[in-house]
């Protein structure tokens, strides 16, 4: 018999981020792993809609047996309304430290404590990471709650992909990519000004990401951009494929992101045989070991991110050391088939735990 999931998210389940893009994942793996897996969307608005919309959500997990999976977006909204009642297993996936990653820190504050006091009430905490395991156990959340199921990653293409771009170096010594959204925690600013710092003719970068998610920081992005001319490209967001493609045609992956509970695209770069560079911030210290798989910079030190990118880019044998390096880092990181399957597992156990079998 088939078992039932409803994923309650915030705003529209095909949003272009990290998690988002887990949560689809997810639900494209559900029926090999005899799930059910539904989102219901709770509207990004005022607090109050918001959390009317989570009561009413929550209340309809007890109409049948379902599992509620809590994006970590919504839990401060789940945490205002009153608890279900005890017949329904409630798992959060955690993409982000308690209070979020968003700028304003007396709104952050007080959803630190919605937050944390919603993930006490629930069965088990699915963190996507290991760096946010050891945020929950240092803020005394018990590791028989916690469990860490990273983001997957692709098996490799077979043969080459097609892309209209066919050289991404365009007439320079590397190409350079960059994936992420423009947002101030992506650093896209820093990256640009320590690109701009590169002797000339030595590299292309390439921008993969929304433009669209902070209108006054893509203003900022887009004045820096300026004086660097036709070697930064500006794509937006792509396709799964297109990207896909992007990481196989590039160097070198650059991503100078302050905080990344994950960075699932530091995997997806692994994966492709790149070598990442970046902070020595967020979850990136997890996955990269500088000087193996890539190069890691102190965060906002802009000089030396220059340094590590133009050392990379200057040096191909360097490159095919740690890109090599990255590739065999990337084969030890689960595919998105696995990390269903343990997603599903647990779901499963938890289920079976609060509700006994059917």
Not at 263 to 282: F, H, M, N
Not at 306 to 319: H, N, V, Y
Request: aromatic share 6%.
């Amino acid at each position: 018999m088939s078992m039932r999931a409803i994923l309650i998210t915030l705003g529209d389940p095909q949003t272009v981020t990290g998690g988002y893009l887990y949560h689809r994942r997810m639900a494209e793996a559900a029926d090999r792993h005899n799930f059910a897996f539904e989102f219901a969307s709770v509207p990004e608005g005022p607090l109050t809609s918001s959390v009317t919309a989570a009561h009413r959500l929550l209340r309809t997990a007890e109409k049948e047996r379902v599992v509620v999976v809590c994006d970590s977006l919504v839990a401060a909204f789940l945490r205002a309304s009153p608890p279900p009642r005890r017949s329904a297993a409630v798992v959060a996936m955690i993409h982000q430290p308690p209070g979020g990653m968003e700028p304003g820190a007396l709104g952050r504050l007080v959803r630190q404590r919605l937050d944390r006091a919603a993930y006490r009430r629930m069965d088990r905490l699915i963190v996507a990471s290991e760096q946010l395991r050891q945020t929950f156990s240092s803020e005394g959340f018990g590791s028989h709650s916690l469990v860490v199921i990273q983001p997957g990653r692709d098996a490799p293409a077979q043969g080459r992909i097609e892309t209209p771009v066919e050289d991404l170096r365009e007439g320079r010594r590397v190409a350079l990519l960059c994936v992420g959204n423009w947002v101030r925690r992506k650093q896209i600013i820093e990256l640009l000004e320590a690109f701009s710092r590169l002797p000339e003719g030595l590299a292309t970068l390439h921008l993969v990401g929304s433009d669209t998610v902070d209108p006054s920081y893509a203003r900022a992005v887009r004045d820096r951009l300026l004086p660097l001319g036709s070697s930064v490209v500006v794509h937006g967001a792509l396709s799964r494929s297109h990207v896909q493609a992007m990481y196989e045609r590039a160097d070198i992956f650059v991503l100078a992101s302050i905080q990344e509970p994950y960075g699932t695209v530091y995997g997806e770069a692994l994966a492709a045989g790149l070598p990442v560079i970046g902070w020595r911030a967020g979850n990136l210290p997890y996955l990269v070991t500088d000087g193996l798989e890539g190069l890691l910079s102190e965060p906002g030190d802009v000089s030396s991110l220059a340094g590590a990118i133009g050392r990379m880019a200057a040096d191909e044998e360097l490159r095919k050391v740690m890109g090599a390096a990255a590739r065999r880092r990337g084969q030890e990181l689960p595919t998105w088939e696995a990390t269903a399957a343990a997603f599903f597992e647990e779901l499963h156990a938890v289920s079976m735990n609060r509700c006994g079998p059917s």
